[in-house]
């Protein structure tokens, strides 16, 4: 049995009538009745009591009736909600990040939930290095990555460029100086992050290019860790711009220009290429567009080419 049957049956239950319910539903007597007789067939029950006059309905009926009602019910409800989320009154985005990346999200995600307020958001942390596995396990729709994972499966968006800026806490020596050159950091102890990247092998690669030693004594889990380190004095860290702005502008750490370490990072915005994204991720990308336009630099949307 499907649904139109089921409704066919409601009708003529609420009218007691086969004519009558064939002409609310703007059909004729016998094809409202042969829907009927193909409903008890496949029910294996007498649906309506023949004998009486009323149109009243078997124990059969009755409990058909009952079920019915509730599936009909249920397809409104569905329909409903999926107009809902066309409509962006409800539905959840699944993001993923590092610690590092989540940081780039915080304000666009303060932007997205200002103009749908009824999304829920939820950022999942993550590796970099496992974005494409998870994002093909459907673990997340979107994640913020510094790498550009196969172009062949799957589609990036880069949205922020971001800086290597050295920091030190604002009694350093460095820190009257302003800036120094990689050959002066040979005697400095520099606290790093205990995760392998691209980025901590080009800076290694810069030392070592310029016969400087240099001295990570220090391995943390965090980059507020780092930070916090730093700030205790002796010791100074590269870290990207985006991770410590705040503490710049407070004083809390001091900026050291070196000119041969500001590489730059793009941040991308990450999805299946295959995926067809929900109505949530596709407005949550309008927000990422809306605010680089609005921004500018370092915030932009630019789609980037599938061959790599």
């Known amino acids: 049995m499907d649904l ?11 009218e007691r009538s086969f004519s ?4 609310r539903l703007l059909r004729t007597q016998p094809a409202v009745s042969q829907v009927v007789r193909k409903l008890e067939q496949e029910a294996g029950e007498q649906l309506f009591d023949r004998a009486a006059r009323d149109g009243s309905l078997t124990a059969a009926g009755e409990l058909l009736r009952e079920y019915a009602l509730r ?46 307020p009824r999304i829920d958001v939820t950022v999942n942390r993550i590796l970099a290095s496992s974005i494409p596995e998870e994002l093909n396990r459907r673990s997340f729709e979107l994640a913020v990555s510094s790498f550009r994972p196969d172009p062949a499966h799957f589609r990036s968006i880069a949205v922020y460029t971001d800086t290597l800026w050295l920091i030190a806490s604002p009694d350093h020596p460095l820190a009257a100086a302003g800036s120094t050159t990689i050959a002066r950091l040979g005697k400095e102890i520099f606290v790093a992050h205990n995760v392998a990247s691209p980025l901590r092998r080009r800076v290694i690669e810069s030392f070592q290019k310029h016969r400087t030693p240099l001295q990570m004594f220090i391995e943390l889990p965090t980059i507020e860790a780092i930070k916090k380190y730093v700030a205790m004095g002796g010791s100074v860290a590269l870290v990207p711009r985006l991770t410590v702005a705040h503490e710049i502008e407070t004083g809390e750490l001091v900026r050291v220009k070196v000119e041969e370490l500001e590489f730059k990072r793009v941040l991308r915005l990450i999805h299946r290429r295959q995926g067809t994204l929900s109505y949530a991720a596709r407005a949550f990308l309008a927000t990422v567009r809306q605010m680089a336009e609005r921004l500018g630099p370092p915030y932009y949307s630019h789609v980037e080419r599938a061959t790599a």
């Open 71 to 116: 599936l009909i019910a249920l397809r409104r409800e569905a329909t409903s909600a999926l107009d809902e989320l066309k409509s962006l009154e409800r539905g959840r985005l699944q993001l993923g990040a590092n610690e590092y990346t989540c940081l780039y999200l915080l304000p666009v995600i303060a932007e997205f939930r200002r103009q749908h």
């Open 20 to 23: 009558r319910a064939a002409k």
């Open 4 to 14: 139109s049957q089921l409704e066919v049956f409601l009708m003529v239950a609420e």
